[in-house]
């Protein structure tokens, strides 16, 4: 084990070695893919950072190669574990997504490179290079679990460290990567990486404020993390088809409880729900209390909310398109959450041109964004705009359209839009 800072595991860069194809495969959220990889950095276990299983927390770090003082720290998403079973299942983790990994240990990391994808802009698009900070997800929490001791479950201690781990690498990247000098900082990161970064990113603003004099701005890039506080399309049809009979309030509930995570949530939202913390770690009620300028990529049907947060039977599975077809109810269901999710997303469309969007009809989680297009435009050309102050009209582009565009969108893609109805 990793006990001080002179054992660190350090990084050795590998470039232009990484399969495209791979690199989709482990990281579908990401916008682009990266073309270098690089072994993990582990953190010294007195830092007090760790996975889930106790072993050391470790990061992938690829430097700039044109020395740029830009970085964007890319946080990995994967759910939460909810409940001490399945956070101890997650911590015994050793294949992910068909590949070595896990999501609640580093030790199936060793000896398995990974890249970063930089979502800081040119004119037009996203910047070919950065230093790129990629955070494997090994807590469970969205990086906001914050017990100071393991908690002992069936023969095993599960440690929430995931603040911490976050903690940690600022504090390593400020001491040895030369993050002091930046320039500019995006926080990123898809799905449950997306709500980490709603969560953190003015955690991290404020850490660039204080150690980086020269940072001119710290913006965030939240993909597919706006889930929303919903109700089950039909309870009891719900209980008879399998699915859990907690929605994803309750959910989260259980994770900041377990987890210790209010020290992690944005004290101004606690203010606002001193009786309902965990509200404060949903994306829709605490993204009025972000102060940092932020830019969400989010379908109004995603697919991983209409299996687990609506639960519509029909679209229960995860694949675009093995599921039967929708009935007349499940259709109605599907479109009014598009309708709520629009909804929900006022305190966005309220701060624009401050903060921005593009909303997609595609039912996606793992979205084609880069093949998804409004106004003549792909979210990435939206997203830059926004990002160098040259937007020309919303800086919150939606798509008005019902489901896949009403079956204009997601024909021969490489990740289609689930077939609808």
């Not at 079973?85 to 294949?95: A, G, H, P, Q, V």
């Amino acid at each position: 084990l990793i006990e001080s800072e002179s054992d660190i595991i350090c990084v050795k860069r590998k470039v232009e070695t990484s399969s495209a194809m791979a690199t989709a495969l482990l990281f579908p959220f990401l916008l682009a893919q990266s073309s270098s990889e690089v072994n993990i950095t582990l953190l010294p276990l007195a830092t007090g950072a760790a996975a889930l299983d106790g072993s050391p927390y470790g990061f992938f770090y690829v430097p700039s190669t044109t020395q740029s003082k830009q970085w964007t720290i890319s946080i990995e998403g994967g759910g939460w574990c909810v409940g001490a079973d399945s956070c101890l299942e997650r911590s015994e983790m050793t294949i992910h997504d068909g590949h070595p990994g896990s999501l609640g240990s580093s030790t199936p990391l060793l000896g398995h490179p990974a890249g970063c994808s930089c979502y800081n802009t040119v004119p037009g698009g996203l910047a070919d290079d950065c230093n790129c900070i990629y955070l494997p997800y090994l807590d469970g929490g969205s990086f906001s679990g914050n017990r100071a001791a393991p908690v002992p479950y069936k023969g095993k201690l599960l440690h929430y460290k995931g603040l911490r781990n976050l903690d940690a690498t600022l504090d390593y990247a400020f001491k040895q990567l030369g993050l002091g000098d930046a320039t500019e900082m995006v926080v990123t990161g898809g799905s449950a990486g997306g709500l980490s970064t709603f969560l953190h990113v003015d955690r991290v603003a404020a850490r660039m404020r204080a150690g980086a004099p020269g940072c001119k701005r710290t913006t965030a890039a939240p993909v597919v993390g706006y889930f929303l506080d919903h109700s089950f399309y039909n309870p009891s049809t719900n209980a008879a088809s399998g699915y859990p009979q907690t929605n994803y309030s309750e959910m989260m509930r259980v994770v900041v409880d377990d987890q210790n995570a209010t020290a992690a949530l944005l004290p101004a939202c606690l203010e606002a729900f001193p009786a309902e913390p965990h509200l404060c770690f949903m994306s829709p009620h605490m993204v009025k209390f972000v102060e940092s300028p932020l830019f969400l990529f989010n379908s109004k049907f995603d697919a991983w909310q209409m299996a687990n947060d609506l639960q519509v039977p029909c679209l229960k599975t995860s694949s675009p398109t093995n599921h039967t077809p929708c009935s007349a109810a499940e259709q109605s269901a599907v479109l009014g959450y598009g309708v709520d999710f629009l909804a929900a997303l006022t305190p966005v469309l309220s701060s624009a041109p401050k903060n921005g969007g593009f909303i997609t009809s595609c039912i996606c989680h793992g979205c084609n964004w880069t093949g998804l297009v409004l106004e003549g435009k792909s979210s990435i050309q939206h997203y830059a705009d926004w990002h160098q102050g040259t937007l020309q009209g919303a800086s919150v582009t939606v798509d008005p359209r019902p489901p896949n565009g009403g079956g204009d969108l997601g024909k021969g893609w490489a990740a289609p839009c689930t077939t609808f109805p």
